[in-house]
């Protein structure tokens, strides 16, 4: 069976600007014999992407992340309260399919994130349909 290689980024299907400080998702706790996510996990997050909530995007995609955070260039390594890329990946991944954004974070087929520092905290989201070849 031929393998499939990706093309090229088709369109892109939504952008969305996010004007909050993304953190990543708390550990989940056990309490009662049973794991559970704290309740105010990712709150901010996830009201920011309510407004795009039902897109129900179902096709292969490539999703673009770039997370800004006010301050200083080269201090993330003494800022731990941001949290690590990939981390930060799982949170917006949960909240586009929490809102049902995307009908499922299988449907990812290459993503690409990064943190940086500017003016504000916020992140923008790209997503773009991909095309296969044989």
Sequence with gaps: MPVKKL????KKLLHIDLFCKVCP????????????????????????????????????????INITYVGKEGSFANNHKLGDIDNLQKAVLDGLVHWNIISDDRNVVLIRA????????????????????Y
Excluded: F, H, M, W
């Design 25 to 64: 998702l708390k550990r989940p706790r056990l309490g009662r014999g049973r794991a559970y996510q704290p309740k105010d996990n990712q709150l901010i997050l996830l009201y920011s992407l309510k407004d795009y909530k039902d897109e129900n995007i179902d096709c292969p995609v490539y999703i673009d």
């Design 7 to 10: 093309l090229s980024q088709d």
């Design 114 to 133: 990064a943190k940086e520092y500017g003016n504000a905290d916020g992140a923008t989201i790209d997503i773009y349909g991909v095309k296969y070849a």
